[in-house]
């Protein structure tokens, strides 16, 4: 028997304020009021507000690609390698004068490949994920140094320019819309396909996936693509917003998209987790590095910060993995 639409209600509410979601949005409020109060009230301003969106754009993609493999149990340390080649061969391709949809497409193929290769080097000869990506990022680093003696390209393709700079009604980057579009399509998938129910599957207990008709080989090669794809197009994006691909420009963020997507509820054991706990957890992440700088941290300490948030982060996912082991 069904229950009626007001119990169903009421235990939706109370399933909500058990979740980490909900805590995660107390401490967001909090956030928000220590800053405004330390500040003087320069936290709130649109200005800084619209700073908190633009510097979501570049994670929310390494988040969303985080999401899908922790997911499913892998792990990916190359992205924010990837995501800084990007900016930077696409950047040396409109240097050169290829139009824009072309020196997108080449750089999204590059990084594409970076994918496969982590794929190969996981599925087909059985290394570790995160010892294969680690070196994969090695690699690419060191690509992207032999191309630039460590020295930034500008952008100045009109279109690209545009992309990084134009704000909505003078107010919202276009990029934030077009990101937020990306991280509702991905949720989607997430939740409501066959996709999104296998990856679940996959991530819960490879090997009854297998025995239950799935391919979690061919599933993990197209996550490792598409993760490499979004921190590519991350990347470019950070590139259009600076006018310039830097060799620095995102790899100081390596584990950014994996905080993110942990303090939302995403177990490194795989199988648990979703994009509305990932984009609440993105949003904290950014509120926070934005506060830091608001009232002024030294940058250092904001480093040593951001390496507490992630010690948090994985002890929530310690304690969340060891709590669902409990109740199996």
């Known amino acids: 028997m069904e229950k009626p639409d007001g119990l169903q209600r009421t235990g939706s509410l109370r399933r909500f304020l058990n979740s980490k979601a909900f805590m995660l949005l107390i401490l967001i409020a909090a956030e928000v009021v220590f800053y405004s109060i330390i500040s003087g009230g320069d936290y709130l301003t649109m200005f800084n507000l619209r700073n908190i969106l633009s510097s979501m754009v570049v994670t929310a993609y390494l988040t969303t690609g985080a999401v899908f493999l922790m997911i499913s149990g892998n792990i990916d340390l190359s992205t924010a390698q990837v995501s800084t080649i990007a900016g930077v061969v696409m950047a040396k391709m409109l240097l050169a004068g290829l139009p824009w949809p072309l020196a997108v497409l080449l750089t999204l193929a590059g990084c594409g490949v970076v994918g496969l290769l982590n794929s190969v080097l996981i599925n087909e000869l059985k290394f570790m994920p995160f010892v294969a990506t680690m070196a994969v990022s090695y690699v690419v680093q060191g690509v992207m140094l032999l191309m630039t003696h ?135 992440i950014n509120a926070f590095n934005s506060g830091l700088t608001v009232v002024g941290v030294n940058p250092y300490w904001q480093t040593v910060a951001s390496g507490a948030l992630l010690l948090v982060a994985l002890t929530f996912d310690y304690f969340n993995t060891k709590r669902l082991t409990a109740r199996k």
Do not use: E
């Open 150 to 284: 460590g020295a930034s390209v500008d952008v100045d393709d009109a279109f690209i320019v545009w992309l990084g700079a134009y704000k909505l009604f003078g107010q919202i980057p276009v990029n934030v819309v077009f990101t937020f579009a990306v991280f509702a399509v991905y949720g989607v998938v997430l939740a409501k396909t066959q996709f999104g129910k296998n990856l679940y599957m996959i991530g819960g207990n490879s090997k009854a996936a297998l025995l239950g008709g799935l391919n979690p080989k061919r599933m993990w090669y197209i996550l490792f693509i598409n993760n490499a794809l979004l921190g590519g197009v991350a990347g470019m994006l950070q590139a259009a917003r600076l006018r310039a691909g830097t060799t620095n420009g995102i790899a100081n963020g390596m584990f950014s998209g994996m905080t993110g997507a942990i303090l939302g509820g995403v177990s490194f054991g795989g199988g648990s987790g979703g994009m509305g706990g990932a984009f609440i957890g993105l949003v904290m």
